[in-house]
């Protein structure tokens, strides 16, 4: 039988770090850009910290919230591009870096501050409101930390690709971009397609744990020394 009100927990819980984390990230996109000499994003009204502005139903709240039910060791999802006209931009090669940098750098900032959140809200915690508090922000730490390091992936087209292709030379940089029509299939084949093959042949075989899990516990370990939490 399920267990409607766990469940109801479970998501109230996580909703908003989530989408804040994902939406957010794509308004740093905007916001970066705009600085950079492409107002494109704010020509169409996507540099805001709304997030319904940038909410993509599948990626923002589908994904992430069946991978929350499930039990998923990470959870990551995708917000409705912002709009980027890389040639616009003042110094197109090197300002791609700092636009795609962007998008985990608010995600670790969102996760510092939650985590500072968190100090004045702990001793209240014996109490329904502030304990629910504090369990957002005890995953918008999670959920910020492993988007940021999800999203810097040397994968094209995600942000480390761009920040890949903006830091080779010119040719390197052409063939690397080269493979960005294939990196959505790349991310997809060892998120879902090798962990679900795998377990059809009795194997437990996780490449995009395995990669991105010991990152996350060297920033998560950084962040809470950082905000003064003991380890």
Known sequence: MIDLAAIGQTLSVWAIPVVTAITLHEAAHGWAADRLGDDTARRLGRISFNPIRHVDPVGTIVLPG?????????????????????????????????????????????????????????PWTDQ?????????????????????????????????????????PGRLAARYASTER??????????????????????????LAWILLPIFRAVYYLVLVLTGWPT
């Open 128 to 168: 329904l409101l502030p304990l629910w508090i504090y369990q957002n922000l005890e995953n918008a730490i999670f959920a910020n930390i492993i988007l940021a390091c999800f999203n810097m992936l040397p994968i094209l087209p995600l942000d480390g690709g761009r920040v890949v292709t903006g830091l080779l």
């Open 66 to 122: 069946m991978m929350v039910l499930l039990g998923s060791p990470f959870v990551f999802g995708w917000a409705k591009p912002v709009p980027v006209a890389f040639h616009r931009l003042r110094h197109p090669k090197r300002d791609m870096v700092w636009v795609a940098l962007a998008g985990p750098a608010i995600n670790l900032l969102l996760a510092v501050l939650a985590a500072l959140a968190m100090h004045p809200v702990q």
């Open 182 to 207: 294939y990196g959505l299939l790349i991310v997809i084949g060892i998120a879902f397609i090798v962990p679900m093959l795998a377990h059809e042949l009795g194997y437990r075989i996780n490449p």
